[in-house]
């Protein structure tokens, strides 16, 4: 294996680990990552440490839960102070860059919702710990409206090179929309539901854009990585690149041929909300919503939809899929045109998935199901040696350890993810078990307090815990991998149930704090 090996991480947003070629989906085509998955080792059990975006991407990126990074739910920064593993590779010699949706930061000025609904709105609170005076708006919008960004920080959570996507579908904003304006001056034309294309679709979370491909942020993010293994081809520093695309995930906006390129007639949703024989109670409370006729309150929220709205949702989540794996094609073939490929590893995996119709569900929320809370994983060695499927528990969390440890970098104190590289080159046992943390920033229905979650994963079950109810979920995952069944209240599950809970209990001791080392230690 190379010793210290520039290392190329492709994600994706909102993806679910088995809407790919190479995991099996009948219908969407995926085959520049089907190549890599046959090149490396794809994990078919690998899950989120939270199932949001910000968070999840703070716990790999510190290797840290959200409850101890500070980064618990959407809406809360990343703390800048905080290191990650990006800074302990830039402090060993690698050049390092951010390319698309970093998501550190929020998007919007919206105030996170308070662990304590029933606080005081009028009061003034002092706060937990004191202001550390760094701004907190370097991914929203109102950033980039001018011709130069002087003051955004270098290095920024330890990337040196910085080319930002912030949002989704035609409404991403960051360096992307300052190139969109370089591009065209009728640029704001060829975005917003306003100026969509006509279509048939009836998907509230679809509307074509008018963007050509050639300017959708899909393919500025494919240029800007392009340009970057350029410029680095013939330095001497390794090298770690973070290409990150904001698509598949809703609204579903796929540009040009791709809003075609698949008919929703060709999807099938094979696990309706019938299929779950004792649901817990949020989700007959959205299959109430949907007979009803009441619309989502607001576009992140998660909602039941009939099989046509989630059938079209599918073709189009189908063509942002693979205008990506279009687009990973030519960076990859970049790699190989600078003579960068035999000495580069390529990760691939994504931040969270989706419902995409499991139990007639579209998008993502306090539900600790399979389709959101599993992603994909594919590791690839440059010299071909470790391929083929690991079926070990892995998560998210775990991926600052294993670059580290594959880079010759010590981790820093108190990160609390594990390495999976043994798992990777010689199939080793993985972990005992997955604690995911899962925080809401808003009330949802079936819901009279923001949920706060915790799911655990083993082998066999799945055990979900909700803040401030005496329900919970039980899954054995090996007789019931589709989640139908929910054992929590059955007699013969008890047992098992209570053993699950031990377990629960000794990880959550896991995920409490360690750090800082106090400096008088050493």
């Known amino acids: 294996m190379i010793d210290r090996p520039n290392i190329l991480y492709i994600m994706t947003d909102q993806h679910r680990a088995d809407w790919l070629g190479c995991a099996g989906h009948k219908v969407v085509k995926t085959p520049h990552i089907d190549k890599l998955a046959e090149r490396g080792t794809r994990m078919t059990n690998f899950h989120v440490t939270s199932p949001i975006c910000m968070p999840n ?66 009061t003034v609170y002092q706060e937990a710990s004191q202001p550390d005076g760094k701004n907190y708006e370097y991914e929203r919008p109102e950033f980039y409206e001018g011709e130069s960004l002087a003051d955004f920080p270098n290095p920024y959570y330890g990337f040196e090179h910085v080319r930002m996507a912030t949002g989704h579908s035609d409404q991403c904003g960051g360096h992307y929309l300052q190139w969109l304006k370089n591009k065209r001056d009728d640029w704001q034309d060829l975005r917003d539901r306003n100026n969509q294309l006509p279509h048939h679709y009836l998907n509230i979370q679809a509307f074509r854009t008018p963007i050509p491909e050639e300017l959708y942020p899909t393919s500025f993010i494919k240029e800007e990585a392009k340009a970057y293994l350029k410029d ?28 075609d390129m698949y008919d929703p007639d060709d999807f099938d949703v094979d696990l309706p909300f019938e299929s779950h024989q004792n649901p817990p109670p949020q989700l007959s409370e959205w299959k109430r919503r949907m007979d009803e006729g009441i619309l989502p309150e607001n576009k992140e929220q998660p909602f039941m939809a009939s099989k046509r709205d989630l059938q079209e949702a599918m073709a189009l989540t189908a063509g942002m899929i693979t205008m990506i794996d279009d ?25 969270h998935g989706d419902y995409m119709g499991a139990f007639s569900l579209l998008l993502k929320g306090p539900l ?28 998210s969390l775990d991926i600052a350890p294993t670059i580290l440890e594959r880079c010759g970098v010590k981790p820093y104190y108190a990160m609390q993810g594990q390495s999976f ?28 307090k923001r949920p706060v979650m915790r799911y655990l994963i083993t082998d066999e079950y799945r055990l979900s815990i909700y803040k401030g109810s005496q329900e919970g979920e039980l899954y054995h995952r090996k007789s019931d991998p589709n989640e139908t069944r929910n054992l929590w209240r ?33």
């Open 57 to 122: 991407r703070g716990a790999i990126f510190t290797g840290r839960y959200p409850s101890v990074n500070g980064c618990r739910h959407n809406g809360l920064a990343l703390p800048m102070n905080t290191n990650t593993f990006v800074e302990l590779l830039r402090g060993s010699g690698y050049q390092t860059s951010s390319i698309g949706k970093s998501h550190h930061q929020p998007f919007s000025p919206n105030k996170a919702m308070r662990a304590d609904e029933e606080l005081d709105v009028n």
């Open 232 to 259: 680095v081809a013939n330095s001497e520093k390794p090298f770690f690149s973070f290409v990150s695309f904001p698509d598949p995930h809703h609204p579903f906006t796929p540009p040009g041929k791709y809003w």
């Open 327 to 351: 687009a990973i094609g030519e960076i990859i073939q970049t790699l190989e045109e600078t003579g960068q490929a035999d000495n580069t590893i390529i990760i691939f995996n994504s931040d």
């Open 368 to 395: 600790g199901h399979d389709s959101v809370n599993r992603v994909p994983f594919i590791w690839v060695e440059p010299d071909g040696t470790c391929t083929g499927l690991r079926n070990t528990l892995a998560a």
């Open 421 to 448: 590289l043994s798992q990777i080159t010689d199939n080793a046992d993985g972990r005992n078990y997955v604690l995911i943390e899962h925080e809401e920033n808003k009330v949802y229905p079936g819901f009279d």
């Open 490 to 522: 059955e007699p013969d599950a008890q047992e098992d149930k209570q053993k699950m809970m031990a377990l629960f209990t000794q990880a959550m001791l896991e995920a409490v704090e360690q750090g800082p080392w106090p400096k008088w230690f050493a």
